[in-house]
Nanobody
Framework: QGQLVESGGGSVQTGGSLSLSCAAS????????MGWFRQAPGKEREFVAA????????FYADSVKGRFSISSDDAKKTVYLQMSSLIPEDAAVYYC????????????????????WGQGTQVNVSA
C-alpha cells in the first residue's frame, strides 16, 4: 500500500527557517509528483508547493514564492521543503501529498490532484 513518513517542522521566530521532509515507502508506491499543503486552524487546506519526480517541474503558491524551496530525491522517493523568511501566516499543519498519476485535471494545486497524504507536521511561527 505504501505510506508517507514526514519529519521536520517545529517552532521558529519570524524570519527564521525550517525544513520538512517526506519519504514515500513501499515498493509499489511510485509517485508521479510529491508536494506540500498546509492547513491553519479554521481554514481550508491550501497548496504550498509540488515537484514532479523524474522531470523536476516545480510549482509554488504565490504566497511562498521566493521564500520556500521544494526539491526531491527521486531514488529515495523523498521530497523536501526548505522554508525561509517565515512569517506568522505560515504557521499551520503541513501535509505531504503524493500524486500517483500525471496531473490529468490540468491542475496541481487542488487536494483532488493528490492520492495519498501524510499525517501532518506542525509548523509554528512566533512574531
Amino acid at each position: 500500500q505504501g505510506q508517507l513518513v514526514e519529519s521536520g517542522g517545529g517552532s521558529v521566530q519570524t524570519g527564521g527557517s525550517l525544513s520538512l521532509s517526506c519519504a514515500a515507502s513501499g515498493r509499489a508506491f511510485i509517485p508521479y509528483a510529491m508536494g506540500w499543503f498546509r492547513q491553519a486552524p479554521g481554514k481550508e487546506r491550501e497548496f504550498v508547493a509540488a515537484v514532479t519526480l523524474n522531470g523536476g517541474s516545480k510549482f509554488y503558491a504565490d504566497s511562498v514564492k521566493g521564500r520556500f524551496s521544494i526539491s526531491s530525491d527521486d531514488a529515495k522517493k523523498t521530497v523536501y521543503l526548505q522554508m525561509s523568511s517565515l512569517i506568522p501566516e505560515d504557521a499551520a499543519v503541513y501535509y505531504c501529498a503524493v500524486s500517483l498519476t500525471p496531473f490529468y485535471r490540468g491542475t496541481h494545486d487542488q487536494t483532488a490532484d493528490y492520492d495519498r497524504w501524510g499525517q501532518g507536521t506542525q509548523v509554528n511561527v512566533s512574531a
